[in-house]
């Protein structure tokens, strides 16, 4: 399997503390049937910043770590950006980094609570570059939680995006595992990926996910997914689904 979304390198975001859990995690992740990862730190989130040129150096070193190890994973660099208003000048300067080395795809992350205004605008501006979004764990998003609408918009004008393995097997309760399914079920996700960060007790749940959506949805869309994150890798053109808008569940309050 190859993962896309992954926080590996050591000591630059808040992923892998140092060389040591890096590697404690690629063997997880070996373990787990991943062969392929793209390593993708935090980039303008605020908190991180994360230059091409230096995940380039540092995907490389790991990549020889991993070898001397004898670890047969094998690592790519690129980031998981923050929607931001730099992100425009950012790209100008070769500082974003795709998942593919033809420049197609770019990983795209919100705030956990919400969707900037201008995300829209924003992400019909990457496309005017002939890049292609990918909005990542959309599940976990407790604004597009509440106005899931807002996800049907950005995929059906062309973005695509990814749910987190641990969000959909259920790791983060009920509430985004639902949603995830609700994603899923109505054609909105396209892949899933680890996003490992290095949280105890948490393992890399792809090969469960993939199980699951096996036995949900049939070994057809599994093996889309599957393919999809290859294309991501290598700047192919990703299936779609047939998209529908999420419907809204009602609340009951108890008040
Ligand atoms: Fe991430």
């Known amino acids: 399997m190859i993962d896309i979304h992954s926080h590996l390198l050591p000591g630059i975001d808040d992923g892998s503390e140092s060389m040591d859990i890096s590697l ?4 997880d992740a070996v373990a787990d049937r991943i062969t392929h990862a793209l390593m993708t730190p935090h980039h303008m989130n605020g908190r991180y910043t994360n230059h091409a040129q230096d995940v380039i150096e540092r995907t490389s070193e790991f990549q020889a770590t991993l070898d001397e190890h004898n670890i047969p994973l094998t690592v790519f660099p690129s980031q998981e950006v923050r929607i931001n208003g730099g ?3 950012a790209l100008d300067e070769h500082d974003i980094l795709t998942t593919d080395a033809q420049g197609t795809y770019v990983l795209i992350e ?7 205004t201008f995300t829209m605008d924003m992400l019909f501006q990457i496309q005017q570059r002939g890049m292609v979004p990918v909005i990542v764990h959309p599940e976990r998003n407790t604004r597009l939680m509440k106005e899931p609408q807002l996800l049907y918009d950005m995929v059906s004008r062309g973005a695509y995006a990814q749910v987190t393995s641990s969000s959909y097997v259920g790791t983060f309760g009920k509430a985004v595992s639902t949603f995830a399914e609700d994603i899923i ?3 909105l996700a396209h892949v899933f990926a680890s996003d490992a960060h290095h949280i105890p007790g948490r393992s890399y749940e792809m090969t469960a996910a993939f199980n699951k959506l096996r036995e949900t949805h049939g070994g057809e869309m599994a093996n889309k997914f599957e393919e999809n994150a290859k ?6 053109r990703l299936s779609r689904f047939s998209q529908t808008p999420i419907k809204k569940k009602r609340f009951f309050s108890p008040y």
């Open 231 to 236: 294309a991501l890798v290598n700047g192919e």
């Open 185 to 187: 079920s109505n054609g």
């Open 87 to 89: 992100l425009m000048t």
């Open 110 to 116: 919100f705030p956990s609570d919400d969707v900037p």
């Open 24 to 27: 404690q995690m690629a063997r």
